[in-house]
């Protein structure tokens, strides 16, 4: 194996240790040394890729949280030029939220966890959360404008109103979730997003 292609994997391989422990302790709970504990790496391996723990926190944001949001949420909603935009939104915000693993469940979005934690106290952060949040926004705006092209969408509909009520209710009862231990709170937030959903036609 290459150097760099070494490189790379034991990069990967901290971000990905690092995003498992953040997810399940928080950001603030988990140490460096727990990092490196968790990869089975040593302090100099760590150094030589990170500056520090803010520096992992970003690659974190930056290559998986991002990812699993705009793998999840924002690719299907850019890839649905042409369908019906009102069955595709439903979908996106129903199907995916009932097949979450038990894990997901337990702990919430990773997105939203750390926003929490992180949101108001870090500039860095911020700035990184807000571009992804923006862009899921964006993606929905786009979506609703094009709906109301072609006669999906009833034209008094304030599309940035409706997809920030989208968003915050998706990532609102991810959080609520997290107090109970069972799908009830998901089931009616799915009929409740179908409901809201169904009166922009």
Request: aromatic share 8%.
């Amino acid at each position: 194996m290459n150097q760099k292609l070494k490189s790379e994997e034991t990069q990967k391989r901290i971000i990905e240790g690092a995003f498992d422990l953040f997810y399940e302790k928080g950001y603030h709970n988990t140490s460096i040394p727990e990092i490196m504990a968790e990869t089975k790496l040593t302090k100099g391996a760590f150094y030589h890729h990170f500056t520090g723990k803010n520096d992992i926190g970003k690659q974190v944001i930056n290559q998986i949280v991002t990812k699993r949001i705009y793998d999840g949420m924002i690719r299907p909603l850019e890839e649905a030029q042409g369908t019906n935009v009102l069955q595709t939104l439903k979908d996106v915000f129903t199907v995916r939220i009932m097949n979450f693993t038990e894990e997901e469940k337990k702990l919430g979005c990773p997105a939203n966890n750390l926003i929490n934690e992180l949101g108001c106290s870090e500039q860095a952060f911020r700035a990184i959360f807000r571009k992804l949040i923006d862009s899921w926004i964006k993606v929905i705006v786009n979506l609703l404008e094009q709906g109301k092209k072609n006669g999906e969408v009833r034209a008094d509909v304030n599309p940035s109103a409706a997809a920030v009520h989208l968003v915050t209710s998706f990532e609102g009862v991810r959080g609520i979730r997290k107090v109970y231990d069972d799908d009830t709170i998901l089931e009616e937030y799915t009929q409740g997003v179908s409901a809201f959903i169904a009166q922009l036609k």
